[in-house]
């Protein structure tokens, strides 16, 4: 994804979801949806006219909901040519990893017992990436698979950090598309995502943290290595 056509039809099928009075946030809140789940490409040019007139919402909301996404870093303003979806350095990639560690297998170290709702929800975004593999849809395998870590985060009970989480993934959901091959990426993980699944429900959460461990020192090598390996960035 990533051409205007693209990205201009996505954000058209969401219309039905706002109206003009919708605030900048519940836009903001679309938008971020759309790169969590891969659908707005690092480097993609916003234009404000197009998003406007795709999203049926006004300048001035747009525009607000363009400056809550900078703030997070998920889009970046550059003067006389708009704005656009950020592309993240490696060093940024690495800082995202470093969190996901306090995080997520802080979630799992440091929680109290989790409510069955929320061990639930690991079992679930599985289930979503095995059946997505099935059917070799390797872009919904990526965004199961987001899920997933929002709910491991999620067993903190924390709000907080499940805000953070979420504002997280976005973030890391642009280091993805450096990645030439969705399947050899993402169909490794779908074996440990299960079996960290299977250690919590057990109560086994410590043995589960240090196999995440394990998982996020693998995942943050590939991403680093392609970076390096294509120093203009991500693929578009």
Do not use: K
Not at 73 to 92: I, P, Q
Not at 124 to 144: I, N
Request: charge should be negative; proline fraction near 3%.
């Amino acid at each position: 994804m990533g051409t205007a056509e693209d990205w201009v039809e996505l954000l058209a099928s969401d219309r039905e979801s706002l109206d003009r009075t919708s605030t900048a946030e519940r836009v903001a809140d679309l938008l971020r949806q759309r790169v969590l789940e891969g659908g707005l490409a690092p480097g993609t040019r916003l234009s404000e006219e197009s998003a406007g007139r795709a999203l049926a919402v006004s300048r001035n909301t747009l525009r607000e909901a363009f400056r809550l996404l900078v703030h997070e870093r998920l889009l970046v303003h550059e003067f006389h040519r708009g704005v656009f979806v950020r592309v993240l350095s490696v060093d940024e990639v690495v800082d995202l990893y470093r969190v996901r560690r306090l995080l997520e297998t802080g979630a799992l170290r440091n929680s109290e017992e989790p409510a069955p709702e929320r061990v639930a929800d690991l079992g679930r975004a599985v289930d979503e990436g095995e059946r997505a593999a099935r059917d070799r849809e390797w872009h919904e395998v990526g965004t199961a698979n987001m899920r997933f870590h929002q709910a491991v985060a999620s067993l903190a009970g924390s709000p907080r950090v499940d805000e953070t989480m979420r504002q997280l993934l976005a973030e890391l959901r642009l280091a993805f598309h450096v990645m030439p091959g969705l399947r050899e990426f993402h169909e490794p993980y779908l074996e440990n995502n299960r079996r960290i699944a299977e250690l919590v429900g057990a109560g086994h959460r410590a043995e589960a943290a240090n196999r995440l461990d394990e998982y996020l020192d693998a995942a943050e090598t590939q991403l680093v290595a392609e970076y390096r390996r294509c120093p203009g960035g991500p693929h578009r």
